[in-house]
């Protein structure tokens, strides 16, 4: 059986949720199904480095540097035909964009996937290279073969924006549990290396400094718990969250005065982090599928979220759910997991991890890809008109 060969063009491979997935499908993937190759626009962050050895071939053209981007922009062309695929799959908005383009110019006759994993809640916050990314977003959707949302929240909104309805699947991001998993070392060597001891309740937050983030919500609730436990500590990581962003300072001084709090910035290993936790918290104002609140529950953190996007889906009742802003619940919340015996926290962590393992477990999510795949190819082969042909 020959594989089938697909080209996947991502707007990067930084350490966000969309690259996180698509290196992990293609790292997990069976090569003699299904054949990746693979176009980064920019961003060699570690995804980059674990993910192009696993694909056939790679090319990133590191366009944030212009002189290097001219330059391998000229090699699109020869490497899109090496790569002769049968789908060209979109990730994230600018990746889709470059996918129409690479389709319509180098691989008229493969079928054309598109990749949103964003939710869009008002376009008029977005850059104006994003807005413009958004809206030929739409137009390009009624001439691909097939819109992938990874969430169902997602979905709806652009398909409400004016994102074609007749095409669309839905596929949520995947997770190894094997690789994010309960691990009593982990938490051991991370609270060493962090200096913090073994009974002492510790809270965090894994996302980037941004306000849809809403970190003052969660500086806010862990000032609020903090009056009634004084030897909690918070972690914040993520990119952005270091004591060298003077607004993230300026939040903690005016909101979280008198809580530990703990910047860790952006962590590579993030698997490592999460077992060290008692509980995580994601306060966000909107958020498609957050990867982050499926790890920590694949490593048996009880999870603390604010009600957004699919995140319902993905708890499916094993954690806690809250209304956008409201730190007052969610403090009460803390101190409901606070005054859990160890077995009762340890029993909710591992529903919650059995929740991951049944519904979202990468290998289970890779299939659904790798299906859509060779029914795309099949479309690319007998049901396409001939590739001169195509408008």
């Keep these: 059986?020959?594989?089938?060969?697909v080209l996947h063009v991502t707007t990067g491979m930084g350490q966000g949720g969309a690259e996180m997935m698509l290196s992990r499908l293609i790292r997990r993937s069976d090569p003699r199904k299904i054949e990746h190759h693979l176009l980064a626009l920019s961003d060699e962050g570690p995804p980059w480095d674990s993910t192009r050895g696993a694909a056939a071939t790679s090319l990133n053209l590191e366009l944030e540097k212009p002189l290097t981007g001219l330059v391998r922009l000229?090699?699109?062309?020869?490497?899109?035909?090496?790569?002769?695929?049968?789908?060209?799959?979109?990730?994230?908005?600018h990746g889709n964009f470059f996918a129409g383009i690479a389709q319509r110019l180098h691989a008229r006759s493969a079928a054309l996937a598109l990749g949103i994993h964003q939710c869009l809640i008002d376009i008029r916050k977005e850059r104006p290279i994003t807005r413009l990314m958004v809206r030929s977003g739409a137009k390009l959707s009624r001439r691909a073969d097939r819109v992938v949302y990874a969430s169902f929240a997602s979905r709806d909104q652009h398909v409400d924006f004016g994102y074609c309805s007749d095409n669309t699947t839905v596929i949520p991001n995947g997770f190894d549990t094997d690789e994010f998993r309960p691990d009593s070392a982990r938490r051991a060597a991370t609270r060493g290396r962090l200096g913090i001891g073994e009974s002492e309740f510790v809270v965090g937050i894994v996302a980037r400094h941004h306000a849809i983030k809403d970190y003052p919500t969660f500086i806010k609730a862990a000032s609020r718990f903090s009056r009634d436990s004084p030897g909690a500590r918070f972690l914040i990581v993520g990119p952005g969250c270091t004591s060298a962003n003077g607004e993230l300072r300026q939040e903690l001084e005016r909101f979280g005065r008198g809580t530990a709090f703990d910047l860790l910035g952006s962590v590579n290993e993030v698997?490592?982090?999460?077992?060290?936790?008692?509980?995580?918290?994601?306060?966000?104002?909107?958020?498609?599928?957050?990867?982050?609140?499926?790890e920590a529950m694949a490593c048996g953190i009880p999870c603390i979220t604010t009600d957004v996007g699919d995140v319902s889906r993905i708890l499916d009742g094993n954690g806690f759910l809250v209304p956008v802003g409201d730190e007052e619940r969610i403090a009460n919340h803390l101190a409901k997991i606070r005054d859990m015996s160890l077995i009762e926290r340890v029993e909710f962590g591992e529903r919650a991890r059995r929740a991951i393992q049944e519904r979202f477990d990468i290998d289970t999510i890779g299939r659904r890809y790798s299906e859509m795949y060779v029914e795309l190819s099949n479309w690319s082969v007998n049901s396409r008109m001939p590739a001169e042909a195509r408008k």
């Design 1 to 5: 059986m020959t594989p089938v060969r």
């Design 271 to 294: 698997q490592s982090l999460y077992p060290a936790l008692d509980v995580f918290c994601l306060t966000s104002l909107s958020e498609a599928f957050p990867n982050v609140v499926g």
């Design 74 to 93: 000229a090699q699109v062309r020869r490497f899109v035909r090496s790569c002769a695929p049968n789908v060209i799959q979109g990730w994230m908005y």
